[in-house]
């Protein structure tokens, strides 16, 4: 039987942020203030994903782990301080990345962000296939499901909308409809209305006429 995944989905989202900040940062031109500026504003996303997402994991996810299996939580927690002090300078750093920099610099900064990539997708990993299993051996599918209902009340609608455009587009269409139509039944229209407006812009025609087919 198919278990509740509790880090599927926003896994699958950071992923494909950090994916693509790091396929643009290799090619832009800092010189040039517009392609700098959409580089930093991808940026901003990724890094408030990137701290929602740790904050969501020791505060929920881990919390109640640790309360069921004590000790359970201690090898993430360590993860996330190293990682999130690297992320913390990493998103300083591009903060006050002004065009001037030399090439050097930049080639840098693509370094040491690519070392973080692959330090970061190492940990959600082994979240996915340490942790995970650790959740379902502890918790039901029901207690699972409503962490994840606790988790997303706990989160502000722009950060939530945030999260909504980079995850839908990196799941299969089943995945998307699914929690498109849970989400669909408690917002109203109107909020409802604003995902779609941003999901349209990141699927391409076909993707999304298919997925609102099957949310009609």
């Known amino acids: 039987m198919t278990r509740i995944k509790s ?19 290799g090619y832009t031109d800092f010189s040039d203030p517009t392609p700098l500026h959409r580089l930093k504003a991808l940026g901003e996303e990724m890094f408030t994903l990137l701290n929602d997402h740790v904050h ?20 993430d927690r360590h993860d ?16 006050r990345f002004s065009g001037n920099e030399s090439s050097d610099d930049i080639h840098a900064y693509y370094l040491s962000f690519s070392l973080f990539q692959s330090q ?3 940990h959600i990993y082994e979240e996915e296939t340490v942790t995970e299993r650790l959740l379902q051996e502890h918790f039901t ?14 989160i502000q609608f722009p950060v939530l909308l945030l999260w909504l455009k980079y995850i839908i587009p990196a799941q299969a269409g089943q995945e998307s409809v699914a929690m498109l139509k849970a989400f669909k039944a408690n917002a109203p229209a109107e909020t409802f209305g604003l995902v779609l407006e941003t999901i349209k812009k990141e699927l391409v025609t076909d993707r ?3 997925l609102l087919s099957h949310l009609s």
């Open 208 to 210: 999304y006429n298919s």
């Open 120 to 122: 970061y997708f190492e």
């Open 141 to 154: 599918d029901e207690e699972l499901i409503q962490h994840r209902i606790d988790i997303m009340q706990s």
């Open 56 to 75: 969501t994991e020791n505060e929920h996810t881990l919390k109640h782990l640790e309360q069921r299996a004590p000790g359970s939580s201690e090898h």
């Open 80 to 95: 996330h301080e190293r990682l999130e002090e690297i992320q913390q300078a990493l998103e300083q750093q591009l903060i």
């Open 7 to 25: 880090f599927a989905a926003p896994h699958k989202g950071l992923r494909n942020v950090i994916s693509q900040f790091s396929l643009r940062l």
